[in-house]
């Protein structure tokens, strides 16, 4: 839409005149920037397209082809970073509502640190 603005208005418009002797043209200037840009764009596309219905597998791993098996967790299996802490609490308390409660408490210390307000420097209004 904006583009298509441009082709039809022109540019610079710049001190808010309303006489149409001011503006720029887009042809001579812009067109060959817009250009340039769509076909990047398309073969992008085009590439991603290729990349996504013709070689799909390419950047697979190889842990993808192995037969499921509903008994056994894998060994590679890892929690994510985020999650670590949470993980820590609850294996070291044996009782799982007791690790439960402890980790509802670790993120309530969290969320209490954001309404303790302990700054020393007041930005002025």
């Not at 769509?38 to 842990?63: I, P, T």
């Not at 098996?69 to 949470?86: G, I, R």
């Not at 609850?90 to 009782?95: F, G, N, Q, Y």
């Not at 408490?105 to 930005?123: E, P, Y």
Request: charged fraction near 10%; charge should be positive.
């Amino acid at each position: 839409m904006h583009l298509m603005a441009l082709l039809y208005h022109g540019s610079s418009n710049h001190i808010a005149l309303m006489d149409n002797n001011d503006r720029i043209g887009m042809h001579p200037y812009f067109i060959f920037k817009v250009q340039g840009a769509a076909h990047f764009l398309c073969l992008f596309n085009c590439l991603l397209l290729f990349r996504f219905f013709f070689k799909n597998n390419v950047l697979g791993h190889s842990y993808n082809y192995i037969e499921a098996n509903p008994l056994l967790t894998p060994a590679t299996l890892v929690q994510e970073w985020y999650l670590l802490p949470f993980y820590a609490i609850l294996r070291s308390i044996k009782d799982k509502l007791g690790g439960v409660i402890a980790m509802s408490g670790a993120i309530l210390v969290l969320l209490s640190l954001l309404v303790k307000d302990s700054c020393i420097i007041r930005l002025s209004p």
